[in-house]
Nanobody
Framework: QGQLVASGGVFVQAGGSLRLSCTVS????????MGWFRQAPGKEREGVAA???????MYADSVKGRFTISKDNAKNTLYLQMDNLQPEDTATYYC?????????????????WGQGTQVTVSS
């Protein structure tokens, strides 16, 4: 059974940077596509960034140029580097995995989810 553990969420001021991590176990990490999602209070969970098994990437328009998704297959770890954070980025961030190599930001196409880590950006 796959397990994803997200970490790195903290309180940060607008304009600041943060890196989230997601450690994966029990899954063939190299063969899976991975994604980062976020959910703000009262809103639906939305896709932020995704990375294929071959490390091609996809981003939501709202984070393009500010966020970077990457992974380290040797460490079974997914990352999300977030720069120039804004108050509207405040949310609980989740990592997710799907047993297919292709990219998608559709949350319904992901089978495994981490527990979420809170990011709060003050103005």
């Amino acid at each position: 059974q796959g397990q994803l553990v997200a970490s790195g969420g903290v309180f940060v001021q607008a304009g600041g940077s943060l890196r989230l991590s997601c450690t994966v176990s029990g899954l063939p990490f190299e063969d899976y596509a991975m994604g980062w999602f976020r959910q703000a209070p009262g809103k639906e969970r939305e896709g932020v960034a995704a990375i294929s098994s071959e490390s091609t990437t996809m981003y939501a328009d709202s984070v393009k140029g500010r966020f970077t998704i990457s992974k380290d297959n040797a460490k079974n770890t997914l990352y999300l580097q977030m720069d120039n954070l804004q108050p509207e980025d405040t949310a609980t961030y989740y990592c997710a995995a799907r047993p297919f190599p292709q990219l998608t930001l559709d949350r319904d196409r992901y089978n495994y989810w981490g527990q979420g880590t809170q990011v709060t950006v003050s103005s």
